[in-house]
């Protein structure tokens, strides 16, 4: 399974429809608007590398009120246990 973030910069009157039009496409599992350089961040679950081309290059690039993408692919997830366990090592 591949995790990808891509930031994404949208026109201020298309926040909500692309949003909306984000979380249509196979292999977005989520959408969250964020403060900052980037106004939404799409989390993506996909299978293939291929899968993440074509979500990235081919399914987003139509989507109007998108004017620009950063793609993140994530090398390693990190869980709320994991980071628990990580902190209680040596500790009783």
Partial sequence: ?????????VRRDAINTTAQALLAIPGVAEVYSVTGEYDLVAILRL??????AEVVTERM????GITQTRTMIAFKAYSREDLEQA???GVE
Wanted: no cysteine.
């Fill in 1 to 9: 399974m591949i995790s990808a973030l891509v930031l994404i910069n």
């Fill in 47 to 52: 299978a293939r590398h291929e899968d993440l």
């Fill in 61 to 64: 690039i139509k989507i109007e």
């Fill in 87 to 89: 902190w209680d090592i």
